[in-house]
């Protein structure tokens, strides 16, 4: 993950060669300002029906959208990643926001529950019970530097917290300081349009001032994607709280991929290739890049593997203080007894054994966040487990193999599944779908809460809770509780999923 949540903006050039503006930090008066308009707004914006939210938040995408030629040029000046990376970034962003108000719409973000009351059931009566998920309140949103839009100012925690009901203030990233103000404003002035409450969303900077939100008793969750020193202390801060709050946070992951012998005779240079191209993927600074590949002794790849790695282009990395991260931990990985490097230029291939690396496991197995991964070859099957059983938590894990490897993968599974968050056959872990089955997290230190997920539609169930009501009359009750059902949505009643009304 990215490492340099804590640093602070410096002037860039921009596109005609002179300073970029410089973003302040935000005064004590300022970050009070916006944590009691979002407290203020936090009442009239959970409660609001859901088609209503819906609109709103597709306001936010429709002027993501419009603005995109103003805000793309500003995000490739402050994080060298090229423009039509940035535009599917954008696209990336405002399509999961219209895809959470229509979930909205449908009703299912809101886990609607009745059991109407039944005093013949066993072993004693039961009540009329309503069960729907409300939302927590304002929600702290800490920035990442790698996705300037999609896990950024307007990403998918920003995304999921409206949708669930919750105003947001985001951390903004130093990485990227002009971009987080300006899209601020744009997604800011589109809420007002559409008639939003006042503070639903605003954007803070600075690293101590982050610090000072997450202790404010008026922040009820927060969200965070950085590295795992940082993760934990703002972790930390969370739940020694007076009233600890629930924080969802990021923080690194190796997504290790494992090879079969049969997938090598199959198809090793479709491997070798796919593997390349994805742990140089954008600079090798996804949270998904595949850090290490295990393939078979004997396995014949190298040439293919080192002939990859030199056809990659060279490019900028998001910013200095990432740049120096990656080449300080390339440094230190190359200096690991045992580990070997293949090819190095744009991109680096180092390669060790199973033996090697259980032996310094904790120096092999630290992430470096870049364009570097290690091969690494075992010798049988015996290997091939340990070295699987070496790993922590991550986001993904990969499997290669064949259909003739059924029994061996049956074996290999329920170790990949303990181990992380998303499992993948015969592909490729970078690029995560916005999807309704999607999970983006996994075990620490991958995540810290490995039963949810950053991206798509269950993202949102980090920033609710479940009330029930019991024995209440039609009449108090929120709409989507009530017999009559006005708002359509689906809900499951007595065991069943229906959009129909209820009988008492």
Request: with cysteine; net charge negative; aromatic share 6%.
């Amino acid at each position: 993950m990215t490492s340099d949540q804590g640093t602070q903006p410096t002037p860039a050039a921009d596109a005609t060669g002179g300073a970029a503006p410089v973003v302040p930090d935000t005064t004590p008066a300022q970050l009070e300002h916006a944590l009691a308009a979002a407290a203020a707004a936090a009442p009239a914006f959970g409660a609001a029906e859901p088609a209503v939210r819906a609109r709103w938040i597709r306001a936010v995408a429709d002027a993501l959208d419009a603005a995109s030629g103003d805000l793309v040029p500003i995000a490739m000046r402050e994080s060298s990643l090229p423009e039509a990376r940035l535009t599917g970034e954008v696209a990336r962003s405002t399509g999961q926001l219209r895809m959470f108000a229509d979930v909205l719409e449908e009703g299912s973000l809101l886990d609607v529950i009745i059991d109407t009351n039944d005093p013949q059931a066993k072993p004693v009566p039961r009540p009329d019970l309503r069960r729907v998920l409300v939302p927590l309140g304002p929600v702290l949103v800490f920035a990442a530097s790698n996705f300037p839009f999609a896990f950024s100012v307007c990403g998918g925690d920003t995304a999921s917290a409206l949708a669930a009901g919750c105003p947001v203030i985001v951390k903004a990233h130093p990485g990227h300081p002009e971009l987080s103000a300006r899209t601020a404003e744009v997604m800011i002035q589109a809420l007002k349009e559409a008639g939003a409450p006042d503070g639903t969303f605003g954007v803070i900077s600075g690293f101590d001032v982050g610090v000072t939100a997450l202790k404010d008793p008026r922040i009820t969750a927060a969200g965070f994607t950085g590295s795992v020193p940082a993760g934990k202390a703002l972790h930390e801060i969370a739940v020694t709280r007076p009233e600890p709050i629930p924080f969802y946070g990021e923080l690194g992951s190796l997504n290790p991929v494992f090879v079969t012998q049969a997938a090598v005779d199959a198809r090793g240079k479709e491997i070798a290739t796919g593997y390349v191209g994805s742990f140089t993927l954008g600079v090798g600074q996804f949270c998904t890049k595949p850090g290490l590949l295990f393939v078979p002794s004997g396995h014949g790849l190298q040439d293919e593997l080192t002939a990859a790695v030199g056809g990659v282009a060279e490019a900028k990395m998001l910013n200095d203080r990432i740049k120096e991260g990656f080449t300080s931990g390339l440094d230190r990985l190359e200096k690991v007894d045992g580990v070997r490097v293949w090819s190095s230029g744009a991109a680096t291939l180092l390669q060790t054994t199973v033996p090697e690396l259980l032996a310094r496991r904790d120096e092999v197995l630290e992430e470096c966040f870049g364009p570097v991964s290690i091969v690494v070859e075992y010798q049988d099957r015996g290997e091939l487990v340990q070295a699987l059983e070496a790993f922590e938590g991550n986001l993904t894990a990969t499997l290669h193999a064949e259909d003739s490897d059924a029994e061996l993968a049956r074996e290999l599974l329920p170790k990949l599944t303990a181990r992380a968050g998303r499992v993948l056959w015969n592909g490729w872990p970078t690029g995560v779908a916005v999807s309704w089955a999607q999970h983006h997290g996994g075990p620490f230190p991958s995540t810290v809460g490995s039963i949810h997920t950053s991206v798509g539609v269950t993202a949102a169930r980090r920033f609710q809770r479940p009330v029930a009501y019991q024995d209440a009359p039609d009449a108090v009750l929120p709409d989507v509780l009530k017999d009559s059902n006005p708002a359509g949505i689906a809900r499951r009643v007595n065991g069943t999923v229906t959009t129909g009304e209820v009988s008492r």
